[in-house]
Protein backbone atom coordinates (compact mmCIF):
# COMPACT_ATOMS: atom_id res chain seq x y z
CA UNK A 1 0.00 0.00 0.00
CA UNK A 2 1.06 3.16 -0.87
CA UNK A 3 1.91 5.64 1.83
CA UNK A 4 0.28 8.90 2.35
CA UNK A 5 2.98 11.71 3.34
CA UNK A 6 0.11 13.74 5.60
CA UNK A 7 -2.92 11.98 7.13
CA UNK A 8 -6.22 12.98 6.09
CA UNK A 9 -7.23 16.41 8.12
CA UNK A 10 -10.99 15.77 10.29
CA UNK A 11 -12.33 19.52 9.37
CA UNK A 12 -14.91 21.51 11.44
CA UNK A 13 -18.54 21.33 11.57
CA UNK A 14 -19.54 24.59 8.99
CA UNK A 15 -22.69 25.31 9.47
CA UNK A 16 -23.71 23.20 12.58
CA UNK A 17 -24.62 26.62 14.92
CA UNK A 18 -26.75 27.33 12.25
CA UNK A 19 -28.15 23.97 11.71
CA UNK A 20 -29.16 24.09 15.44
CA UNK A 21 -30.61 27.46 15.87
CA UNK A 22 -33.34 26.72 12.75
CA UNK A 23 -36.31 28.83 14.32
CA UNK A 24 -39.08 25.76 14.82
CA UNK A 25 -41.86 27.74 12.62
CA UNK A 26 -39.45 25.78 9.52
CA UNK A 27 -42.13 24.28 6.87
CA UNK A 28 -42.50 21.09 6.01
CA UNK A 29 -40.11 20.77 3.93
CA UNK A 30 -37.26 22.27 5.65
CA UNK A 31 -38.11 19.95 8.61
CA UNK A 32 -38.37 16.78 6.12
CA UNK A 33 -34.82 17.78 4.61
CA UNK A 34 -33.23 16.78 7.74
CA UNK A 35 -36.17 13.89 7.91
CA UNK A 36 -35.41 10.02 9.17
CA UNK A 37 -32.63 8.56 11.68
CA UNK A 38 -29.58 6.76 11.86
CA UNK A 39 -31.16 4.85 14.97
CA UNK A 40 -32.39 1.49 13.84
CA UNK A 41 -36.48 2.05 14.61
CA UNK A 42 -36.02 5.69 12.22
CA UNK A 43 -37.71 5.67 8.73
CA UNK A 44 -35.29 5.76 5.86
CA UNK A 45 -33.67 8.90 4.69
CA UNK A 46 -36.17 9.86 1.66
CA UNK A 47 -34.53 10.83 -0.95
CA UNK A 48 -37.53 13.61 -1.35
CA UNK A 49 -38.77 16.20 0.76
CA UNK A 50 -42.25 15.70 1.95
CA UNK A 51 -44.61 18.69 0.97
CA UNK A 52 -48.03 19.70 2.43
CA UNK A 53 -50.44 21.14 0.16
CA UNK A 54 -49.14 24.72 1.52
CA UNK A 55 -45.77 24.25 0.47
CA UNK A 56 -46.76 22.73 -3.11
CA UNK A 57 -48.84 26.21 -3.87
CA UNK A 58 -45.70 28.16 -2.15
CA UNK A 59 -43.34 26.24 -4.52
CA UNK A 60 -45.84 27.62 -7.68
CA UNK A 61 -46.69 30.68 -6.74
CA UNK A 62 -44.19 32.10 -4.73
CA UNK A 63 -40.55 30.25 -5.46
CA UNK A 64 -38.78 32.89 -4.28
CA UNK A 65 -40.63 32.64 -0.47
CA UNK A 66 -40.26 28.68 -0.90
CA UNK A 67 -36.35 28.74 -1.64
CA UNK A 68 -36.12 31.32 1.18
CA UNK A 69 -38.18 29.71 4.12
CA UNK A 70 -36.45 26.08 2.80
CA UNK A 71 -33.06 26.75 2.74
CA UNK A 72 -32.82 28.77 6.05
CA UNK A 73 -30.23 27.71 8.31
CA UNK A 74 -28.47 25.77 5.34
CA UNK A 75 -24.77 26.34 4.81
CA UNK A 76 -24.68 28.57 1.83
CA UNK A 77 -26.14 31.63 4.17
CA UNK A 78 -28.48 34.29 3.78
CA UNK A 79 -27.20 36.75 0.67
CA UNK A 80 -26.74 33.02 -1.11
CA UNK A 81 -30.03 32.08 -0.33
CA UNK A 82 -31.64 34.67 -0.84
CA UNK A 83 -29.68 34.60 -4.51
CA UNK A 84 -31.27 31.17 -5.25
CA UNK A 85 -34.82 32.44 -4.15
CA UNK A 86 -34.29 34.79 -7.17
CA UNK A 87 -33.20 32.24 -9.42
CA UNK A 88 -35.74 30.27 -9.18
CA UNK A 89 -38.35 32.83 -9.44
CA UNK A 90 -36.69 33.52 -13.09
CA UNK A 91 -36.97 29.93 -13.18
CA UNK A 92 -40.59 29.64 -12.60
CA UNK A 93 -41.60 32.63 -14.68
CA UNK A 94 -39.43 31.52 -18.04
CA UNK A 95 -40.28 27.96 -17.94
CA UNK A 96 -43.61 26.64 -19.43
CA UNK A 97 -45.72 25.28 -16.08
CA UNK A 98 -44.80 21.60 -16.93
CA UNK A 99 -41.32 22.23 -16.99
CA UNK A 100 -41.58 24.01 -13.50
CA UNK A 101 -43.88 21.67 -11.85
CA UNK A 102 -41.13 18.66 -12.94
CA UNK A 103 -38.28 20.38 -11.32
CA UNK A 104 -39.94 21.29 -8.15
CA UNK A 105 -42.76 17.68 -7.66
CA UNK A 106 -40.39 15.55 -7.04
CA UNK A 107 -39.36 17.39 -3.69
CA UNK A 108 -35.47 16.83 -4.37
CA UNK A 109 -34.65 20.16 -5.15
CA UNK A 110 -34.60 21.33 -1.36
CA UNK A 111 -33.21 18.29 -0.24
CA UNK A 112 -30.37 18.19 -2.95
CA UNK A 113 -29.89 21.92 -2.02
CA UNK A 114 -29.66 21.62 1.64
CA UNK A 115 -27.09 18.76 1.58
CA UNK A 116 -24.74 20.09 -2.26
CA UNK A 117 -24.98 23.88 -0.01
CA UNK A 118 -21.46 23.45 1.02
CA UNK A 119 -20.58 22.44 -2.42
CA UNK A 120 -21.63 25.21 -4.13
CA UNK A 121 -20.14 27.68 -1.48
CA UNK A 122 -17.31 25.76 -2.27
CA UNK A 123 -16.99 25.79 -5.88
CA UNK A 124 -18.17 29.22 -5.89
CA UNK A 125 -14.66 30.49 -3.86
CA UNK A 126 -12.50 27.75 -5.97
CA UNK A 127 -13.84 30.27 -8.98
CA UNK A 128 -13.84 33.17 -7.32
CA UNK A 129 -9.70 32.30 -6.87
CA UNK A 130 -9.43 31.98 -10.86
CA UNK A 131 -7.91 34.38 -12.85
CA UNK A 132 -10.18 35.48 -15.91
CA UNK A 133 -8.33 33.60 -18.59
CA UNK A 134 -7.27 35.14 -21.77
CA UNK A 135 -8.38 32.13 -24.38
CA UNK A 136 -11.56 30.60 -23.88
CA UNK A 137 -9.62 27.09 -23.94
CA UNK A 138 -8.59 27.99 -20.52
CA UNK A 139 -12.18 28.34 -19.24
CA UNK A 140 -12.76 26.53 -16.33
CA UNK A 141 -15.14 23.22 -17.16
CA UNK A 142 -17.19 21.76 -14.14
CA UNK A 143 -18.02 18.08 -14.39
CA UNK A 144 -21.17 16.95 -12.27
CA UNK A 145 -20.97 13.09 -11.27
CA UNK A 146 -24.09 11.24 -11.16
CA UNK A 147 -25.55 14.40 -11.75
CA UNK A 148 -29.28 13.18 -11.80
CA UNK A 149 -31.92 15.67 -12.26
CA UNK A 150 -28.98 18.40 -12.51
CA UNK A 151 -30.50 20.57 -9.84
CA UNK A 152 -26.65 21.65 -8.79
CA UNK A 153 -25.64 22.51 -12.09
CA UNK A 154 -28.46 24.31 -13.07
CA UNK A 155 -27.84 26.67 -9.39
CA UNK A 156 -24.05 26.97 -10.40
CA UNK A 157 -24.70 27.78 -14.06
CA UNK A 158 -26.49 30.64 -12.69
CA UNK A 159 -24.30 31.45 -9.62
CA UNK A 160 -20.89 31.31 -10.97
CA UNK A 161 -19.27 34.01 -13.87
CA UNK A 162 -19.59 32.84 -17.04
CA UNK A 163 -15.96 34.68 -17.97
CA UNK A 164 -14.33 32.27 -16.02
CA UNK A 165 -16.46 29.00 -16.79
CA UNK A 166 -17.35 27.46 -19.98
CA UNK A 167 -19.76 24.71 -19.25
CA UNK A 168 -20.83 22.70 -16.84
CA UNK A 169 -21.04 18.88 -18.02
CA UNK A 170 -24.32 16.85 -16.00
CA UNK A 171 -22.96 13.06 -16.54
CA UNK A 172 -25.23 9.87 -15.64
CA UNK A 173 -25.68 7.00 -17.04
CA UNK A 174 -29.49 8.00 -16.68
CA UNK A 175 -29.75 10.85 -20.06
CA UNK A 176 -30.39 9.25 -23.52
CA UNK A 177 -28.07 9.22 -25.60
CA UNK A 178 -27.33 12.46 -27.72
CA UNK A 179 -29.58 12.30 -31.24
CA UNK A 180 -31.88 10.35 -29.52
CA UNK A 181 -35.68 10.67 -28.14
CA UNK A 182 -35.51 10.51 -24.41
CA UNK A 183 -37.65 7.37 -23.27
CA UNK A 184 -40.00 7.11 -20.25
CA UNK A 185 -37.11 5.58 -18.13
CA UNK A 186 -34.35 8.48 -18.95
CA UNK A 187 -33.92 11.73 -17.12
CA UNK A 188 -36.04 14.08 -18.61
CA UNK A 189 -33.87 16.85 -20.22
CA UNK A 190 -36.55 19.43 -21.14
CA UNK A 191 -35.12 21.92 -18.86
CA UNK A 192 -31.55 21.90 -20.29
CA UNK A 193 -32.62 21.43 -23.70
CA UNK A 194 -35.65 23.24 -24.20
CA UNK A 195 -38.88 21.52 -25.65
CA UNK A 196 -41.16 22.67 -28.69
CA UNK A 197 -40.11 25.74 -29.14
CA UNK A 198 -39.21 26.62 -25.88
CA UNK A 199 -35.41 27.04 -24.79
CA UNK A 200 -33.83 28.28 -21.76
CA UNK A 201 -30.45 30.41 -22.06
CA UNK A 202 -28.98 28.86 -19.34
CA UNK A 203 -25.92 31.79 -18.30
CA UNK A 204 -23.03 29.14 -18.68
CA UNK A 205 -23.82 26.15 -20.90
CA UNK A 206 -25.63 22.92 -19.78
CA UNK A 207 -24.91 19.90 -21.42
CA UNK A 208 -25.40 16.11 -20.40
CA UNK A 209 -22.85 13.03 -20.85
CA UNK A 210 -24.23 9.24 -20.94
CA UNK A 211 -21.91 7.54 -18.95
CA UNK A 212 -22.30 4.55 -16.85
CA UNK A 213 -19.09 5.37 -14.46
CA UNK A 214 -18.93 0.94 -14.10
CA UNK A 215 -18.04 0.80 -17.56
CA UNK A 216 -14.22 1.40 -18.40
CA UNK A 217 -14.61 1.84 -22.11
CA UNK A 218 -17.47 4.94 -21.76
CA UNK A 219 -14.91 6.26 -19.10
CA UNK A 220 -12.20 6.09 -21.16
CA UNK A 221 -14.34 7.86 -23.71
CA UNK A 222 -14.62 10.62 -21.51
CA UNK A 223 -11.26 11.11 -21.06
CA UNK A 224 -10.82 11.30 -24.73
CA UNK A 225 -13.71 13.40 -25.58
CA UNK A 226 -14.11 15.72 -22.40
CA UNK A 227 -10.75 15.92 -20.53
CA UNK A 228 -7.98 16.03 -22.94
CA UNK A 229 -9.95 17.97 -25.25
CA UNK A 230 -9.69 21.42 -23.09
CA UNK A 231 -6.92 22.37 -21.22
CA UNK A 232 -8.84 23.38 -18.10
CA UNK A 233 -8.98 23.51 -15.46
CA UNK A 234 -11.80 21.10 -14.39
CA UNK A 235 -13.55 20.88 -11.23
CA UNK A 236 -15.25 17.33 -10.51
CA UNK A 237 -17.96 17.53 -8.47
CA UNK A 238 -19.61 14.12 -6.63
CA UNK A 239 -22.22 14.77 -5.14
CA UNK A 240 -24.41 11.48 -3.21
CA UNK A 241 -22.55 9.00 -5.03
CA UNK A 242 -23.26 5.22 -4.33
CA UNK A 243 -21.18 2.24 -3.19
CA UNK A 244 -17.90 2.27 -5.26
CA UNK A 245 -19.36 4.93 -7.20
CA UNK A 246 -17.03 7.07 -4.58
CA UNK A 247 -14.11 4.87 -6.27
CA UNK A 248 -14.36 6.00 -9.70
CA UNK A 249 -14.71 9.61 -9.02
CA UNK A 250 -11.64 9.46 -7.22
CA UNK A 251 -9.82 7.39 -9.90
CA UNK A 252 -11.40 10.14 -12.37
CA UNK A 253 -9.56 12.93 -10.31
CA UNK A 254 -6.33 10.44 -10.09
CA UNK A 255 -5.96 10.09 -13.47
CA UNK A 256 -6.62 13.53 -15.10
CA UNK A 257 -4.04 16.22 -14.51
CA UNK A 258 -6.23 19.62 -15.58
CA UNK A 259 -8.69 18.39 -12.87
CA UNK A 260 -8.28 20.95 -10.29
CA UNK A 261 -10.30 20.23 -7.12
CA UNK A 262 -12.51 17.32 -6.45
CA UNK A 263 -15.91 17.34 -4.23
CA UNK A 264 -16.91 13.92 -3.11
CA UNK A 265 -19.81 13.47 -1.20
CA UNK A 266 -19.94 9.61 -0.74
CA UNK A 267 -23.57 8.03 0.00
CA UNK A 268 -24.17 4.49 0.63
CA UNK A 269 -21.56 2.21 1.48
CA UNK A 270 -20.64 -0.59 -1.09
CA UNK A 271 -22.65 -3.72 -1.04
CA UNK A 272 -21.47 -6.53 1.12
CA UNK A 273 -21.72 -9.02 -1.69
CA UNK A 274 -17.92 -7.17 -2.73
CA UNK A 275 -16.35 -8.96 0.39
CA UNK A 276 -17.14 -12.78 -1.34
CA UNK A 277 -15.37 -11.43 -5.07
CA UNK A 278 -12.36 -9.08 -3.29
CA UNK A 279 -10.20 -8.68 -0.13
CA UNK A 280 -9.08 -4.92 -1.15
CA UNK A 281 -10.83 -2.31 -3.67
CA UNK A 282 -6.97 -1.26 -4.55
CA UNK A 283 -7.16 2.80 -6.03
CA UNK A 284 -4.52 5.03 -7.34
CA UNK A 285 -1.15 4.56 -8.84
CA UNK A 286 -0.31 4.62 -5.34
CA UNK A 287 -2.19 1.52 -5.10
CA UNK A 288 -4.07 1.97 -1.90
CA UNK A 289 -5.62 -0.91 -0.78
CA UNK A 290 -9.34 -0.56 0.68
CA UNK A 291 -10.01 -4.03 2.69
CA UNK A 292 -13.51 -4.27 1.15
CA UNK A 293 -14.96 -5.97 5.27
CA UNK A 294 -13.63 -2.49 6.41
CA UNK A 295 -16.34 -0.90 4.38
CA UNK A 296 -18.94 -3.02 2.54
CA UNK A 297 -22.11 -3.13 4.56
CA UNK A 298 -24.97 -5.65 4.63
CA UNK A 299 -28.65 -4.34 4.70
CA UNK A 300 -30.92 -2.30 2.42
CA UNK A 301 -34.26 -0.13 3.70
CA UNK A 302 -37.20 -2.71 2.71
CA UNK A 303 -40.86 -0.80 2.86
CA UNK A 304 -39.42 1.62 5.43
CA UNK A 305 -37.80 -0.50 7.36
CA UNK A 306 -34.12 -1.44 7.76
CA UNK A 307 -33.35 -4.60 7.47
CA UNK A 308 -29.62 -5.28 8.11
CA UNK A 309 -27.00 -4.95 10.89
CA UNK A 310 -27.71 -1.87 13.47
CA UNK A 311 -27.43 1.46 12.02
CA UNK A 312 -24.96 2.67 14.79
CA UNK A 313 -22.17 0.22 12.79
CA UNK A 314 -22.75 1.58 10.03
CA UNK A 315 -21.44 4.69 11.18
CA UNK A 316 -17.81 3.28 12.01
CA UNK A 317 -18.00 2.11 8.18
CA UNK A 318 -19.00 5.20 6.87
CA UNK A 319 -15.95 7.19 8.32
CA UNK A 320 -13.58 4.53 7.77
CA UNK A 321 -15.03 4.54 3.65
CA UNK A 322 -14.23 8.15 3.67
CA UNK A 323 -11.07 8.17 5.07
CA UNK A 324 -10.37 5.51 2.69
CA UNK A 325 -11.18 7.11 -0.57
CA UNK A 326 -9.44 9.85 0.30
CA UNK A 327 -6.28 7.91 0.83
CA UNK A 328 -6.70 6.72 -2.39
CA UNK A 329 -6.08 10.05 -3.79
CA UNK A 330 -2.52 10.13 -5.39
CA UNK A 331 -0.60 12.92 -3.29
CA UNK A 332 1.23 13.26 -6.13
CA UNK A 333 4.46 13.83 -4.11
CA UNK A 334 2.84 17.08 -2.54
CA UNK A 335 0.98 18.44 -5.29
CA UNK A 336 -2.45 17.13 -4.10
CA UNK A 337 -3.65 17.83 -0.83
CA UNK A 338 -6.80 16.31 0.15
CA UNK A 339 -9.17 16.17 3.22
CA UNK A 340 -11.71 14.69 4.63
CA UNK A 341 -14.74 17.39 6.40
CA UNK A 342 -17.55 16.65 8.49
CA UNK A 343 -20.47 19.11 7.81
CA UNK A 344 -24.23 18.79 8.75
CA UNK A 345 -26.45 18.68 6.26
CA UNK A 346 -28.28 16.00 7.76
CA UNK A 347 -29.41 16.46 11.48
CA UNK A 348 -30.53 12.64 11.81
CA UNK A 349 -27.78 10.70 9.59
CA UNK A 350 -24.32 10.07 9.31
CA UNK A 351 -23.84 10.81 5.68
CA UNK A 352 -22.48 14.14 6.34
CA UNK A 353 -18.60 13.56 5.39
CA UNK A 354 -17.26 15.49 2.26
CA UNK A 355 -13.89 15.14 0.56
CA UNK A 356 -12.12 17.97 -0.96
CA UNK A 357 -9.44 17.71 -2.93
CA UNK A 358 -7.01 20.36 -4.44
CA UNK A 359 -4.15 19.82 -7.44
CA UNK A 360 -1.50 23.02 -7.06
CA UNK A 361 -0.16 22.49 -10.34
CA UNK A 362 -2.18 21.17 -13.26
CA UNK A 363 -1.49 20.21 -16.75
CA UNK A 364 -2.78 19.16 -20.05
CA UNK A 365 -4.48 16.18 -20.00
CA UNK A 366 -3.27 13.30 -22.52
CA UNK A 367 -5.87 10.76 -23.21
CA UNK A 368 -3.36 8.15 -23.66
CA UNK A 369 -1.66 8.99 -20.49
CA UNK A 370 -5.21 9.05 -18.63
CA UNK A 371 -6.38 6.06 -20.30
CA UNK A 372 -3.07 4.05 -20.41
CA UNK A 373 -5.01 3.34 -24.29
CA UNK A 374 -3.60 4.57 -27.28
CA UNK A 375 -6.03 5.74 -29.71
CA UNK A 376 -7.31 4.20 -32.20
CA UNK A 377 -8.86 1.95 -29.78
CA UNK A 378 -8.72 -1.89 -29.62
CA UNK A 379 -12.48 -1.72 -30.80
CA UNK A 380 -10.79 0.44 -33.78
CA UNK A 381 -12.67 3.30 -33.06
CA UNK A 382 -11.04 6.63 -34.40
CA UNK A 383 -9.83 9.29 -31.77
CA UNK A 384 -11.14 12.84 -32.08
CA UNK A 385 -14.12 11.66 -33.73
CA UNK A 386 -17.12 12.94 -31.18
CA UNK A 387 -19.07 10.38 -32.12
CA UNK A 388 -17.25 7.21 -30.89
CA UNK A 389 -19.30 3.97 -32.91
CA UNK A 390 -19.57 6.42 -36.14
CA UNK A 391 -23.07 5.03 -35.57
CA UNK A 392 -24.52 8.85 -35.78
CA UNK A 393 -24.89 8.22 -32.03
CA UNK A 394 -22.43 9.48 -29.46
CA UNK A 395 -22.69 9.79 -25.75
CA UNK A 396 -22.70 13.19 -25.31
CA UNK A 397 -23.59 16.70 -27.06
CA UNK A 398 -22.06 18.86 -29.55
CA UNK A 399 -21.55 22.57 -27.48
CA UNK A 400 -20.21 26.02 -29.20
CA UNK A 401 -17.07 24.60 -28.70
CA UNK A 402 -16.93 21.40 -30.94
C1 LIG B 1 -28.26 9.31 -5.45
S1 LIG B 1 -28.41 10.00 -7.04
C2 LIG B 1 -27.40 11.41 -6.93
C3 LIG B 1 -28.00 12.52 -7.72
C4 LIG B 1 -27.46 13.89 -7.39
N1 LIG B 1 -26.04 13.98 -7.61
C5 LIG B 1 -27.78 14.26 -5.96
O1 LIG B 1 -26.96 14.91 -5.34
O2 LIG B 1 -28.83 13.95 -5.43
C6 LIG B 1 -27.51 8.89 -7.94
C7 LIG B 1 -27.42 9.16 -9.45
O3 LIG B 1 -26.38 8.33 -9.91
C8 LIG B 1 -26.73 7.82 -11.16
N2 LIG B 1 -25.96 6.58 -11.36
C9 LIG B 1 -26.12 5.42 -10.70
N3 LIG B 1 -25.22 4.51 -11.15
C10 LIG B 1 -24.48 5.14 -12.11
C11 LIG B 1 -23.39 4.74 -12.93
N4 LIG B 1 -22.92 3.49 -12.88
N5 LIG B 1 -22.88 5.63 -13.79
C12 LIG B 1 -23.38 6.88 -13.88
N6 LIG B 1 -24.41 7.32 -13.12
C13 LIG B 1 -24.95 6.46 -12.24
C14 LIG B 1 -28.21 7.59 -11.09
O4 LIG B 1 -28.79 7.55 -12.37
C15 LIG B 1 -28.66 8.78 -10.23
O5 LIG B 1 -29.04 9.86 -11.07
Redesign the pocket.
Known amino acids: MGARATKPRRGSLEGRARERGEASTATAARAAASDGSDSDEGPPPPPWVKRDDATVETEVNDPEAWINDALAGSAMGEALIRRCGVIAKKWADAMPKSTWLRITKSGRLVK?MRE?APVIVRTMAYVDAMAVPENRDEKCTIVDL???FGY?AMFLSELLPKEKVEEIVM????WAMFGTEPKSHHINWAHVYGEGEWRYEWPIALSTRK????DRAQVKQMANHLFSRWNGPFIVLG??L?GI?SIKAVEIFNRHSNVKQLILKP?CLPDFSWTYKEEYFEVGSHKHRIPTKEVCSRGKWKKNKWIGPPRHTLKVKFEAWNDHLCRSIDEEEGNVRSEVQEIKVQEKHFQNLFIFSEREVTRKCIAEEATGTRFPTPSGTEAGRWCPTGTGYGTHVKNSRQ
Open positions: ESCSGLVDKMVDLKIHCLC
